[in-house]
């Protein structure tokens, strides 16, 4: 069996680009006992795989140069050595950016068929809906919080918006264009969003919510961490996700200027890594597969088909070409 694979083959400096990547072939060998060989169907592109392209310790390891990349996918097993599975089942797994793998079947998750789209299990019931539902659980987010969520139009921030939104909260979003802008608004139903290129984000939150925001979900870093700091409320809560705005630096950017808030204020910061929750994996898909079905919260993403775009679908995420979540379809 022979599958096309993505390979890590330099160490990108700032932004990475096509030449720190290979599409090569690998032979797969046969099947031992215990083992499963799966074609994956689609698989997940995130931002968080920025990180693991840099050498060094991270809360997740780095990613080993001339070894297939890894990452979240869903697909069909092929073939089974193991009770738990047979061909034709639908699997999730770790192992992205291949076409074909084999895998121990304790490494993979039976998930259901029953569903518009195999690619809405990296979606709103995969670990980018699960990374959303985390964040607002982790501050106790409820009914009448004003919460503003920065990179609002990515995976993580519409499905935390449209989660927010069910709790009864008052969401404010921004985004990096106009389109996203109504996106936000008409699609997922934010109350408020805005466009962070037109003008600094500290004006544009004190034009949209004057009397300031409960909770801030901190997707992005860097000014707008700032500006929400100086929008936040006397016992404000800060879910720190993410830091997009920073994960291409050569150099890291010193912090905001304002963080004496956090004292003044009284303010309540919770970072969170979504694999410390895997034990509530189960609650999560019960209480968001119900909103699906219900049709109060939507799926949203961008489709890329084809293993030799899968790279430039990793790019476009740090050019803001996706709405929702980004995915690659193999097949």
């Known amino acids: 069996m022979i599958s096309h694979e993505i390979r890590l083959i330099s160490r990108p400096t700032g932004m990475p680009n096509a030449s720190n990547f290979s599409l090569a072939q ?7 006992d215990r083992q499963v060989l799966v074609r994956n169907l689609f698989m997940s592109v995130d931002p968080y795989m920025r990180g693991r392209m ?15 990349l890894e990452g979240g996918a869903v697909g069909e097993v092929i073939e089974s050595r193991a009770n738990e599975f047979k061909p034709g089942d639908t699997v999730t797994s770790r192992f992205g950016w291949r076409e074909y793998f084999t895998a121990l079947s304790s490494d993979l998750h039976p998930v259901s068929r029953d569903v518009p789209s195999l690619s809405i299990y990296l979606g709103a019931l995969g670990m980018t809906g699960m990374t959303a539902w985390v964040g607002l659980n982790l501050v106790e987010v409820k009914t009448g919080d004003v919460i503003f969520i920065s990179g609002a139009a990515g995976a993580v921030g519409n499905m935390a918006g449209q989660l927010a939104k069910l709790r009864g909260c008052d969401v404010i979003g921004s985004a990096g264009s106009e389109e996203k802008v109504r996106f936000l608004r008409d699609e997922c139903r934010f109350d408020k969003a805005f466009n962070y290129k037109t003008g600094p984000v500290s004006e544009k939150l004190a034009l949209e919510v004057p009397d300031g925001i409960d909770v801030y979900y901190d997707n992005v870093g860097g000014e707008t961490l700032e ?6 409320r006397v016992h404000g809560r800060i879910i720190a996700c993410g830091g997009i705005a920073g994960y291409n630096e050569a150099k890291p950017k010193p912090g905001p200027a304002n963080l004496f808030n956090i004292i003044v204020k009284r303010l309540t910061i919770r970072g969170m890594i979504v694999g410390d ?9 019960k209480e968001v597969s119900g909103y699906l079905r219900a049709g109060t919260l939507k799926n949203h993403e961008t ?15 740090f050019e803001g070409k996706n709405q929702g979540k980004m995915v690659v379809k193999l097949s």
């Open 227 to 232: 500006a929400a700091l100086a929008a936040l």
């Open 54 to 68: 840099n050498e060094g310790k991270s809360y997740v390891p780095p990613f080993q140069l001339g070894k297939a």
């Open 303 to 317: 489709i890329v088909v084809g293993m030799d775009h899968a790279v430039s679908a990793f790019l476009g995420l």
């Open 277 to 285: 929750w895997l034990h509530r994996q189960a609650e999560f898909e």
């Open 26 to 32: 690998s032979e797969l060998p046969p099947l031992s």
